[in-house]
């Protein structure tokens, strides 16, 4: 735009005023608008004094003087209110509104200028002279062209106008309204078309009119320009931002995003207890993701250090049993037999009674498959009111699964460790490393190797994921280890537990776990109650004997629970009162023939060849 300062006042010179015709004309302020001859203008009358004065006009000749207003916030304007210079209009048609309002149709005629205004019964009437002006010269004919031609530019580029229809209304002979025509077509502030109706030369008016057409061209072709860049480089993240953007601005009217994203988050790391170092460092990374643009690569790597350092319990704790009564209870409910390991938790649990800060001790269970160890680890957990989060070690290969990756890689992600260390939730949880044996190393590291200072308790309370670059301390968290067998563990990982083992179950106590727990636990896993099927110990002395040979008790669960199965199927053939009796005599109806006899038949016996499965007599 050229100016938005208030336009000059236009000077007369003596001639003009000696040929100008001067009459008097009811006035009616207008406010945010500028009316220029020729054009036909529909707007809202409202004030009594402007109604008044449009009623004056139509019990006479229906010609009216509107002028605009210099602010038109002011409801009750003075003469010096309004510019002098403004249009003499004619009243095409004229309408009452139900509110009370009348709706005009205005013609412009000409311009004028007041020469006094006065106050006639609450309605202004001004004297206004309209100068003659001059005829035209070859100048304002090229001027004539040249503005023509900028305005079909102008139209061209100004996609809000209708060029057809725009371009055929400016097609015209005379000067003055042709400078008119294309002033109340330009999208101009009120004190720029207040300025070109302040000039009565339709000359100098068409030269003024060519310079704003320069400079509105200029405009349009530079922002044609940003605009077909802009699109060009525009991606999907950047449209993302756009709308994220509009999402807030929605959000803020509505009163939902009183608080920025940062704000949430720099509250979330003040809360979090994080040690000072690493409050630090989070700290730093906020103010470098507050400096990055939203969408792009670089945030988001930022974002997902900022989540996961939020993530991770820095301060929160499970509130421990430190009752032995309780913990020997619910390790006398869930196990049955397991007496040294029992006594070394119960040990465990009695030194955290007298030690305020004893360090996190690591427990190895080794043993064959089937005897209670990850079940165990669920016990201690239970028993001491910890959280259990139990980590696989079989077949890790990647020394990254425990360290985590470092955040140059793509796709990169704390280790296990970390990530179980989420999951749970607290500081002090039961960490399950299980099948702790069945690690590999290669090529990209060995997983066992860092495992070394997860399981020192001289060194874990410091312990540094490659991701999350800070010290983590893990010296509060029960590590609990299982495996089948010790030779593939190497030395050094071995030295840092407490190794216990595990022995196969003898025959009574796998009839005893198979009364307590596993019977009760497959009736119930098929759907029957004991209403529908019982066991006999002899029943199940035979299936220990007969069809299981396992230091575990899997094979003995398996068996009981292809039991469970094939009464299940005769509960619902016969209806749900059937009940079934396992006993000795009856048990090979449902599991078949012996799979195994007494030690004493294995081997070879002269004369025949003797088969592992096959009967022995």
């Not at 010096?80 to 709706?103: F, H, L, R």
């Not at 580029?157 to 229809?165: F, P, R, V």
């Not at 939203?294 to 997902?304: I, W």
């Not at 199927?569 to 209806?575: A, C, L, T």
Request: net charge neutral; hydrophobic share 35%.
């Amino acid at each position: 735009m050229a100016t938005s300062k208030e336009p000059k006042e236009p000077r007369e010179t003596k001639e003009q005023r000696e040929r100008g015709e001067t009459r008097k004309l009811p006035m009616m302020p207008i406010r945010e608008m500028v009316i220029f001859p020729f054009m036909m203008t529909p707007f809202i009358v409202g004030r009594e004094s402007s109604v008044r004065a449009l009623e004056e006009a139509l019990n006479g000749d229906r010609r009216i003087f509107l002028a605009t207003q210099h602010d038109a916030s002011i409801d009750e304007p003075k003469a010096e209110d309004v510019y002098a210079v403004g249009t003499i209009g004619n009243i095409v048609q004229s309408v009452k509104m139900p509110d009370g309002n009348i709706k005009v149709l205005v013609e412009g005629l000409e311009r004028a200028k007041s020469i006094e205004v006065n106050d006639s019964d609450g309605f202004f009437v001004a004297t206004v002279r309209i100068p003659k002006t001059a005829p035209a010269g070859p100048q304002t004919e090229q001027l004539m062209q040249k503005v023509t031609g900028l305005f079909e530019q102008y139209v061209k580029l100004q996609q809000s106008l209708n060029y057809e229809s725009i371009v055929a209304a400016v097609r015209m002979d005379e000067p003055g309204k042709l400078a008119d025509t294309i002033a109340a077509n330009l999208q101009l502030s009120v004190d720029e078309k207040q300025e070109l109706l302040n000039l009565f030369d339709p000359t100098e008016r068409l030269a003024r009119i060519a310079d704003l057409l320069d400079m509105e061209i200029e405009k349009l072709n530079m922002d044609r320009s940003i605009q077909g860049r802009v699109k060009r480089q525009m991606e999907r993240a950047q449209k993302e931002y756009y709308l994220n953007e509009k999402i807030k601005a929605i959000q803020k009217e509505l009163g939902r995003g009183e608080k920025s994203e940062f704000d949430d988050l720099k509250k979330k790391i003040e809360t979090a207890g994080m040690p000072k170092d690493v409050m630090d460092k989070a700290t730093q990374e906020l103010k470098k993701l507050e400096a990055m643009p939203p969408m792009s690569a670089e945030s988001t790597v930022s974002r997902n250090y900022l989540d996961w350092l939020l993530a991770v319990p820095w301060k929160k704790r499970s509130k421990e049993t430190r009752s032995i009564d309780a913990a020997e209870k619910v390790l006398d409910t869930d196990h049955y037999g397991l007496e040294k390991i029992k006594e070394r938790i119960l040990e465990f649990l009695a030194v955290r009674q007298l030690v305020k800060n004893p360090k996190g001790s690591i427990l190895c269970f080794v043993g064959p498959p089937g005897v209670g160890k990850t079940s165990l680890g669920m016990s201690i957990a239970k028993a001491t009111g910890r959280k259990f989060v139990r980590m696989s070690l079989g077949g890790v290969r990647d020394e990254a699964e425990i360290r985590g990756h470092r955040r140059t890689y793509i796709g990169a992600l704390p280790g296990q460790i970390i990530q179980s260390m989420k999951k749970a939730g607290t500081k002090n949880p039961v960490f399950m490393l299980d099948e702790v044996d069945k690690m590999a190393s290669d090529f990209r590291g060995d997983p066992s190797s860092a495992l070394l200072e997860v399981l020192d308790p001289e060194q874990n309370s410091n312990f540094q994921d490659h991701y999350l670059d800070v010290e983590y301390d893990l010296s509060q968290v029960l590590f609990v280890a299982t495996a089948n067998v010790l030779h593939t563990i190497p030395g050094p990982l071995q030295d840092r537990m407490e190794i216990l083992r595990l022995h196969g179950y003898t025959e009574v106590e796998k009839i005893e776990i198979a009364k307590q727990y596993l019977v009760k636990k497959q009736i119930e896993g098929t759907g029957l109650s004991e209403k529908n099927l019982t066991f006999t110990d002899e029943a199940l002395t035979e299936i220990v004997r007969g069809y299981t040979r396992e230091a575990g008790v899997r094979n003995l669960e398996r068996e009981i629970g292809n039991i469970c199965r094939k009464v299940a199927r005769r509960v619902v053939k016969n209806g749900l009162k059937h009940k079934e009796a396992i006993t000795r005599e009856n048990i090979a109806d449902f599991l078949g023939v012996i799979k195994f006899r007494d030690s004493q038949a294995h081997g070879v016996r002269v004369g025949r060849r003797f088969h592992r499965h096959s009967p022995a007599f």
